[in-house]
């Protein structure tokens, strides 16, 4: 194993490979891996009420974050909260709703956002979690923090909701371009200064979810997708010299080679939909990227993982590369298939 000098430190696979070095077998996280699939992740929750409630529980969050790393030694550890946060930061109120997920209120079409200055202990627990996971982490383990990207936070912020089309800002971003901008506004500086935040108190790297890019038309993607993000990455440099920021806009499909290109993340993850061949021609050379399993390869697990996983190390043998899903794990998927995957990336 190499050494990572800059840290006096053995050396963090994942964080070499985010600064664009080849490692084989590539480093391995799952997005979602600290979650529901877990039986000590069930149990905590159950003990703790409410997802909300964990999330604000530094020393529970902790606790979460650090469960995957134990039980499979992955090679990077990701901040266990939830894109919501933000703007409940801001101003709205963030709930749960078993079964249905998120719901914020009041709805902004006569809402004005808070200043995020005036509720930065909404963020303080996030910030005291990132304190505590960084001092208990294994020493080679990279230690991911994340924010969702502006456009699919301001989709939750406008419906109040999940929806499946986003059409509420969608519609609202065609009606009144000037008020869904200043909400993409808001998100966007407060997402600078979450993330910075995060940094500051220890995380090596972040990752920039944009779940619902997929759903936007291309002059509408450019305008609330790339220009955002390449915001955050551009302030995130300035402020943080040498700390990664990977950019993860699913479904952005062939619009993937514009995103790295004018985004400049410094890594980017590929949804499931990618091909990781076309992927590899597309994108700019060295760039490297993240992904992409089917989760459902991984639920279903035998022929179908071992065959996904054999056709994305090899589209990316060239490439540096971090091996992941291509979006979150599901539930479902028993122990056993993560510990299979881990066999396979790895070559046990």
């Known amino acids: 194993m190499g050494t990572d000098l800059s840290a006096g430190r053995p050396d963090r696979l994942l964080l070499a490979v985010l600064r664009g070095a080849r490692r084989d077998p590539p480093p391995i996280w799952l997005m979602r891996q600290a979650g529901r699939y877990l039986p000590e992740y069930r149990a905590l929750r159950a003990s703790k009420g409410g997802f909300l409630e ?12 650090l469960q ?4 499979f030694g992955f090679d990077g550890a990701i901040l266990f909260s939830d894109i919501l946060v933000i703007p409940h930061a801001l101003g709205q109120t963030l709930s749960f709703v078993a079964g249905e997920g998120p719901r914020l209120a009041p709805p902004l079409a006569d809402h004005k956002l ?4 005036a509720a930065p202990a909404r963020l303080d627990p996030v910030y005291e979690t990132v304190r505590r996971v960084a001092a208990a982490l ?5 230690f991911l923090g994340f924010a969702g990207a502006p456009w699919t936070v301001a989709t939750y912020m406008v419906a109040g909701e999940g929806s499946r089309d986003q059409a509420a800002a969608r519609g609202l971003a065609y009606r009144d371009p000037a008020r869904f901008g200043a909400i993409i506004e808001a998100v966007t500086e407060a997402t600078i200064h979450y993330l910075s935040g995060q940094i500051e108190a220890g995380v090596h790297a972040v990752q920039l979810f944009d779940s619902w890019a997929g759903s936007l038309a291309p002059a509408e993607f450019e305008r609330w997708v790339i220009a955002p ?4 990455v551009a302030a995130l440099h300035a402020r943080h010299p040498g700390v990664p920021v990977i950019g993860f ?3 952005a499909g062939g619009r993937l080679a514009a995103y790295a290109r004018e985004v400049e993340a410094d890594a980017l993850g590929l ?3 990618v091909d ?3 992927a590899d021609a597309a994108l700019p050379p060295g760039l490297p990227v993240q992904g992409n399993l089917d989760p459902l390869a991984l639920l279903a697990g035998g022929a179908a993982l071992a065959e996904g996983v054999a056709r994305i190390r090899a589209a990316f043998a060239e490439r540096p590369h971090i091996f992941n899903l291509g979006h979150g794990i599901v539930p479902e998927v028993p122990v056993a298939h993560v510990e299979a995957l881990l066999s396979l990336v790895r070559g046990a």
């Open 229 to 232: 993000a390449a915001r955050i």
């Open 249 to 251: 806009p699913k479904g």
């Open 138 to 142: 294994p020493p080679a383990t990279t």
């Open 68 to 71: 995957p790393i134990r039980r």
């Open 271 to 273: 949804d499931e939909s």
């Open 114 to 117: 808070a200043d995020l200055a």
């Open 276 to 278: 990781p061949a076309w």
């Open 54 to 65: 964990l999330c604000y529980d530094p020393e529970a969050a902790a606790e979460v974050t």
